[in-house]
């Protein structure tokens, strides 16, 4: 049985997200796909995660304590660290994703629990996970110059790799917000080949 850690990263409701509709989709077919794992829903919005402040920051290059399961924050870190596969859902603003899907990395990238320092550098401690991360953008940043303003998908590719979890998969669904895009058409689409990924993830 594998944990897998679904993380939603929007203020929309579901019901009116593109990103959330070919995610929830994705999942559905997972569960029925995979019976026997736990799927741990984290609505970010709904958590309320916040922003580090002093405590962390300034232990931030110690390991926490044993005692720290409890923790308000230091517990995402241990839920994070605890899963198999990770799914992830933010839509595209401002060239990468919601804050609050960053401050939530900045709950989980916690030295000693899931990456710690070494002689040679820091090295990532989540090993044999896999990530799947869908995102729906108004507009279309796959080919040169607009490729390079592309943050969000480059960032979590990389923070993921950082903590060990260099599986990671990406499903995008672009040009959402030009008239002449077809929405239904393109989100039926992308759920049609994420579901066939459910298979394999
Ligand atoms: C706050 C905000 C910022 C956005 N920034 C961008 C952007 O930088 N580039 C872009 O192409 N689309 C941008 N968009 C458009 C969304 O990426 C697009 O509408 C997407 O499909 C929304 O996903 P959702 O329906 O799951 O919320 C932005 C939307 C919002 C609400």
């Given amino acids: 049985m594998a944990t897998v850690l679904y993380i939603k990263a929007n203020a929309k409701p579901d019901h009116l997200s593109r990103t ?39 232990s931030h290059l110690e390991p926490p304590a044993p005692n720290s399961q ?27 994703f919601p804050a609050i899907l960053k401050a939530y990395i900045d709950y989980v990238t916690v030295v000693g629990v899931t990456f710690r320092y070494t002689s040679q550098g820091a090295v990532g401690l989540l090993e044999n996970k896999k990530a799947v991360y869908f995102v729906t953008r108004g507009g279309n940043y796959t080919t040169p110059p607009f490729n390079e303003y592309e943050m969000g998908e480059r960032y979590l ?28 058409a393109v989100v039926a689409q992308t759920i049609a080949k994420a579901n066939q990924f459910a298979a394999t993830f």
């Fill in 157 to 184: 590719r990389t923070i993921f790799g950082f903590m060990g979890i260099t599986d990671f998969t990406t499903f995008s669904a672009d040009d959402m917000d030009r008239s002449a895009t077809d929405v239904d």
């Fill in 20 to 58: 959330m509709r070919i995610a929830n989709a994705f999942v559905e077919k997972y569960q029925e796909l995979h019976p026997e794992d736990e799927i741990i829903t984290l609505d970010l919005y709904k958590e309320k995660i916040g922003f580090l402040q002093e405590k962390q920051v300034l």
């Fill in 70 to 96: 409890d923790d308000p924050v230091l517990r995402y870190a241990y839920q994070f660290r605890d899963a198999d596969k990770y799914i992830i859902a933010a839509p595209f603003w401002n060239l990468s």
